[in-house]
């Protein structure tokens, strides 16, 4: 099972920009799908973006499209959302996912990390 750790997150104003960082371990990272999750509070957790293993594919859900950009290095194993124009109803915590399947939708992997928070102030 892939371990991740997500970085990046924190405080912004509208209209700036973060950049998310997920350090994955583990030998299979560069065969298998990578994806971001988020959680606002009170809400359950639902899909931001996902990369094929080899950034061949990519999928966003609609209301980041255009402002996130999901990316990965193989080297180095990390996989990256950048996030510009950011609005307050993007505030939640961002997860990290591995090993999930992409068909019409992504299903998630069982491999998850922490999260780190995102907060987006008007």
């Known amino acids: 099972q892939v371990q991740l750790v997500e970085s990046g997150g924190g405080l912004v104003q509208a209209g700036g920009s973060l950049r998310l960082s997920c350090a994955a371990s583990?030998?299979?990272?560069?065969?298998?799908?990578m994806a971001w999750f988020r959680q606002a509070p009170g809400e359950q957790r639902e899909f931001v973006a996902y990369?094929?293993?080899?950034?061949?594919?990519?999928h966003y859900a609609d209301p980041v499209k255009g402002r996130f950009a999901i990316s990965r290095d193989n080297t180095n194993n990390m996989v990256y959302l950048q996030m510009n124009d950011l609005r307050p109803e993007d505030t939640a915590v961002y997860y990290c996912?591995?090993?999930?399947?992409?068909?019409?939708?992504?299903?998630?992997?069982?491999?998850w990390g922490q999260g780190t928070q995102v907060t987006v102030s008007s």
């Open positions: 583990g030998r299979t990272f560069s065969t298998i799908a």
């Open positions: 996912n591995a090993g999930g399947a992409f068909f019409r939708a992504y299903s998630p992997g069982k491999s």
């Open positions: 990369i094929s293993w080899n950034a061949g594919n990519t």
